[in-house]
Nanobody
Framework: QAQLVESGGGLVQAGGSLRLSCSASGRMDINYYIGWFRRTPGKGREFVAAISYFGGTTYYADSLKGRFTISRDNAKNMVYLEMNNLTPDDTAVYYC????????????????WGQGTQVTVSS
C-alpha cells in the first residue's frame, strides 16, 4: 500500500527556487519509478521529471531539463524536485506518483499519487 505525500510548495518570486519533497512509503520493486507531474487549468497534468527508485536514472521534460533536478534518498524514502529560475508559467499543483510499469511520462503508468502541493510564482 503506497503512501505518497508532497511538501515544500509555496509562494516564490520569479527567478527564485524551491525544493519539493515527496515522502514515498510502501513497496518499491526494482522497476518502480517516482515521477513528478504538475497540473494547471490550461494544460491539465503534464510530465515534469521521473527517477528510477533503485537505479537512480533520471528523465525530464525537454522544456525543463537543466532547470529542474530530480533526486532521491532511499534511506529516507524521499524524492526531491529542485526547481530553479522559476517563472509564473511554473505555477501549478505539483504531484508525485509511483510508476509500476509503462512509460514514465504517461499518467496511466502510475498507480499511486500524493495529494499535491501548490507552487505559485509571482512576477
Amino acid at each position: 500500500q503506497a503512501q505518497l505525500v508532497e511538501s515544500g510548495g509555496g509562494l516564490v518570486q520569479a527567478g527564485g527556487s524551491l525544493r519539493l519533497s515527496c515522502s514515498a512509503s510502501g513497496r518499491m520493486d526494482i522497476n518502480y519509478y517516482i515521477g513528478w507531474f504538475r497540473r494547471t487549468p490550461g494544460k491539465g497534468r503534464e510530465f515534469v521529471a521521473a527517477i528510477s527508485y533503485f537505479g537512480g536514472t533520471t528523465y525530464y521534460a525537454d522544456s525543463l531539463k537543466g532547470r529542474f533536478t530530480i533526486s532521491r534518498d532511499n534511506a529516507k524514502n524521499m524524492v526531491y524536485l529542485e526547481m530553479n529560475n522559476l517563472t509564473p508559467d511554473d505555477t501549478a499543483v505539483y504531484y508525485c506518483g509511483r510508476r509500476r510499469s509503462g512509460s514514465y511520462f504517461v499518467t496511466d503508468s502510475y498507480d499511486a499519487w500524493g495529494q499535491g502541493t501548490q507552487v505559485t510564482v509571482s512576477s
